[in-house]
Structures are given as C-alpha cells and as structure tokens.
C-alpha cells in the first residue's frame, strides 16, 4: 500500500455511493477540480481501493446497503492505516442530529445531496490543503524527532565516556586491580541476561535494564575519587560501621546525581546513582545504608555487589582468593550479604564470566 502521494502526482478521491447517478455527478466534478477520481458503489468495494493505493480524500454515502457510511468510516478510523484520511458524508439526511453522528465518528465535514458545485469544490479544497499541511507537519515532526534522538544520544554517549574516565581513576589508585571496573560490567551484563530468563526476575529485566546495567555499573565506585581512604574498600565480610560523610558509596550517588539534575533525560544515569548508592548495602540489613535489606535493595545494585565482589575478592596479583574459593564464599554469604535468587543463577553461569587476571579480558 502506497502511504502518501508521490510528489508531482495528483490527489486521489474515493467516492463511495450505492447510486451509479450521484458516483457520475461527483466523479465529473473531482476531474473538473483536476483531482482524480476512485469510486465505489459498496463500502467492500472501497476497502478494496483503498487498500490498493491510499487516497487523500474519501467522499462517504451514508445509507448504503450491507454497511452503512457511519459503520464504514469508524472501521476506517479504527484502523492506524487509514485513521488519518479525512471523511466527508454526503447525504439527503442533513439534520444536526446525523451530522453530530458524523463528526463524532471522525468525519471533518459534511456535504448535502443534491450537490451544489461551488459547495463540493470548496469543500475539497479546503480539506485536501488541511491534510496535506497535516502530513507536512508529521513529516517534519518525524525529522525533528530523528534529529533530536540523533543529538541525545550523541551527548548520552559523551557523558559514557566521560564518566568511564572518571571512574577509571578511580581503578588506577588501587594496585592490586586489573580492569575491575570492566570485569563487573561484563559480569553485570552477563548475570543480568541469565536473571532475565527467572521467573523471579523475568518481569523486572528488559533489555534497556541490560544495556543500562552494564553502563552503570562500571560507575558503582566513583566516589572514591572524593574519598582518601574509604573503609568500605576491605572485603565486605569486614565492614565496620563508618562516618556517612566518608562513605565513597554516598560520595558518589552525590556526584552522579548533581550530574542527573543537568541531564534529566540520560538513561543510565538513575540506575548508575542507586548503584552507587546501594553496592554496599547487605541482604540482612547489616551494611551501608545501614537498615536497608533485602528487596529494599534495588535490583541493579544486589546484581552489582556479586560481580563487584567476585573480582575483587579474586584479585590478579596472585593474593587474593582462587576461582573456587570465592565462589564458596559467595554461596555461604547468600542471604546475609547476597540475593540468595541471584546467587543462585551466578553459579550457574560462573564459567561465562570474567575476572582480575583472567584470560577472557579483552
């Protein structure tokens, strides 16, 4: 089906009336205009026409047999293929109470039986000139819209590598880390595509959270660039209770959302902040902010703190924990530390993900 006119072609009319002499009168008159005529004797018939070329006018007998003008004209506007192409009844029946009928159903005029020349002429016109300044106006709009996405994304796509830079300082200051900051992310991605398939998780996980998660949380430890020494950087299992003030996990949801105030429309950007905030925080309620357990936890940050802990905890500079020996810790701390759901789907995957020192960084 063709969805607008090509440029230079004349406008197409589908005239749709039961009586072969009305169809002769109008058909004279849209030529007459330099417009070319469609016309039906049945609303099956102008289906049939309007679906093979869509026509920028449709001139609508009410009483026809079979289906009626007003059937016919809500079965056009139903559809998201043909709801925008303007209707005009025609009709001996020219009470208020049939044309209210009419325009409640999506026609834009009305025209009287029997035709007057000068009347169907204008008429046309005009609604001919309002639907092509329509489709004008959605055309640019469209443009517009691309224009616009194209600039948003180009900016979201800065403030990533912005922020990534950032963040990356903030891996340089630790000497034992080796692409940690990569590591999660990758782990993040991975364990969030696993969760997606869990009945528990399934309606939570869409693809933007995936994409947005594996932006975020290669942010989850910006804070520390304001923190000298933050005790939150000794395995969690060790955490003692601290000043807020020199919390790096409140540090950085401050910097990130002093950031979001500017940028309101940034995807990535509220998930990167409750990550921040939050990577610290326990299942049992035990860790930072201190009371916050277990689904109170936003879901982007219980995913964090696994894969955060799983590379910190396994180290590359052959003093941290083996492979195996961090995932037995992992699965003795469910339900204190962790998601125990989540845990659960992270040892399953535990041979697709990444770690400090291993062979699959790239």
């Known amino acids: 089906m063709e969805n607008a006119r090509k440029p230079g072609s004349e406008p197409q009319i589908v005239i749709v009336d039961d009586l072969d002499t009305n169809l002769m009168i109008l058909e004279n008159m849209i030529e007459g205009m330099g417009y070319i005529p469609r016309c039906a004797s049945s609303a099956a018939e102008a289906a049939a026409l309007i679906a093979e070329s869509r026509p920028q006018l449709i001139l609508l007998d009410v009483f026809m047999p079979e289906m009626d003008g007003y059937e016919f004209c809500e ?91 950032l963040a990356a300082l903030t891996e340089e200051r630790d000497a034992e880390t080796d692409n940690h900051m990569q590591n999660v992310a990758y782990n993040c991605r991975m364990l969030a595509q696993a969760l997606q398939f869990s009945p528990e998780f399934d309606e939570d996980i869409s693809e933007s959270f995936i994409d947005n998660i594996e932006v975020a949380s290669r942010l989850h430890d910006i804070g520390k660039i304001q923190v000298p020494y933050d005790p939150l950087m000794e395995p969690m299992f060790q955490l003692q209770e601290i000043s807020e003030e020199q919390n790096h996990a409140l540090k950085g949801a401050q910097i990130l959302e002093r950031i979001y105030q500017n940028t309101p429309e940034n995807s990535f950007l509220p998930m990167a902040i409750e990550i921040a905030r939050y990577h610290h925080a326990r299942w049992d309620g035990s860790g930072y902010p201190k009371g916050t357990m277990g689904k109170d936890i936003p879901l982007s940050a219980r995913i964090t703190m696994v894969a955060d802990f799983y590379d910190t905890m396994i180290g590359d500079q052959g003093e941290g924990c083996d492979t195996e020996e961090t995932l037995k810790i992992i699965e003795k701390e469910s339900t204190v530390f962790f998601d125990p759901e989540i845990v659960k789907v992270f040892l399953k995957i535990r041979n697709q993900l990444r770690y400090s020192g291993s062979k699959r960084n790239n």
């Open 75 to 165: 079965r056009l506007k139903e559809s998201p293929i043909t709801r925008d192409i303007p209707v005009i009844f025609i009709s001996a029946a020219d009470s208020s109470e049939d044309k209210v009928r009419g325009f409640k159903l999506g026609a834009v005029d009305y025209i009287g039986k029997p035709f007057e020349v000068t009347e169907v002429t204008m008429r046309v016109k005009n609604h001919l000139k309002i639907y092509e300044m329509q489709q004008e106006l959605e055309m640019s709009n469209r443009r517009l819209h691309t224009v616009i996405s194209s600039q948003a994304r180009r900016i979201e796509d800065e403030q990533k590598n912005i922020l990534s830079a």
